[in-house]
């Protein structure tokens, strides 16, 4: 089993920035791919980015050119660039198993607002 842990969360103007970490524990030799999510009241939680095995990124639509995916090991990071009021979500780390299967942390909130 995979623990996942964000942090990094908190308030932010528009236009400012935010890194979220994802440490993940247990079991971290069968972590596959790992991505962020993010959800907004009301709103069904929405992919936001992943990174392969190899190391090759994604991004939705809404995020390009403005949200970096990278990782290090055990360790996710999301820097969040040019924020706007729409990011604001909770935002959670997804990890892939090799064994099938995903592992979620609890999430952390981000809220960008003057």
């Known amino acids: 089993q995979v623990q996942l842990v964000e942090s990094g969360g908190g308030l932010v103007q528009p236009g400012g920035s935010l890194r979220l970490s994802c440490a993940a524990s247990?079991?971290?030799?069968?972590?596959?791919?790992m991505g962020w999510y993010r959800q907004a009241p009301g709103k069904q939680r929405e992919w936001v980015a992943g990174?392969?095995?190899?190391?090759t990124p994604a991004y939705a639509d809404s995020v390009k050119g403005r949200f970096t995916i990278s990782r290090d090991n055990a360790k996710s990071t999301l820097q969040m660039n040019s924020l706007k009021p729409e990011d604001t979500a909770v935002y959670y780390c997804?990890?892939?198993?090799?064994?099938?299967?995903?592992?979620w942390g609890q999430g952390t909130q981000v809220t960008v607002s003057s």
């Open positions: 997804n990890a892939g198993s090799k064994y099938g299967g995903y592992s």
């Open positions: 990174i392969s095995s190899g190391g």
């Open positions: 247990g079991d971290i030799e069968s972590i596959t791919s």
